[in-house]
């Protein structure tokens, strides 16, 4: 897919110092301009309307990104799952339990959790 590669290259690309560097040159050339332009309307505007700009451009890159992170991270625990024998088959379907479901069964964890700590504390 094009706009994965995309969103990945750019997202390495404004993670990098070197990137942070040129917007903070950027937001200070800005500022110190500002006498220049008296302060003006246009001279905030300016401001203004590149970050909303980039703000908005820069949430989309960032959920794709953290949907192949998520994707990727589930695709790891599944084979850790389906690879450890005493693991509960169960759980590679997660993301396909309702709330209550989900609940019930993190409750369960949380019981067996105690009762490992509980073991744990008399061995």
Not at 45 to 65: D, E
């Amino acid at each position: 897919m094009k706009f994965d590669r995309f969103a990945q290259g750019l997202a390495k690309m404004t993670g990098r110092p070197l990137t942070f560097g040129v917007a903070l040159v950027l937001i200070l050339v800005w500022g110190i301009s500002g006498p220049l332009f008296d302060f003006n309307d246009t001279w905030q505007l300016v401001i203004n309307t590149s970050t909303t700009i980039i703000t908005f451009l820069m949430v989309f890159l960032i959920q794709n990104t953290q949907n192949r992170d998520n994707d990727e991270l589930h695709i790891k625990i599944d084979e850790l799952l389906r690879t450890t024998k005493r693991a509960h088959k169960a759980l590679l379907d997660l993301e396909d339990m309702d709330p209550a479901e989900l609940h019930a069964l993190r409750k369960h964890y949380q019981q067996m959790g105690e009762q490992d700590g509980q073991q744990a504390h008399t061995d």
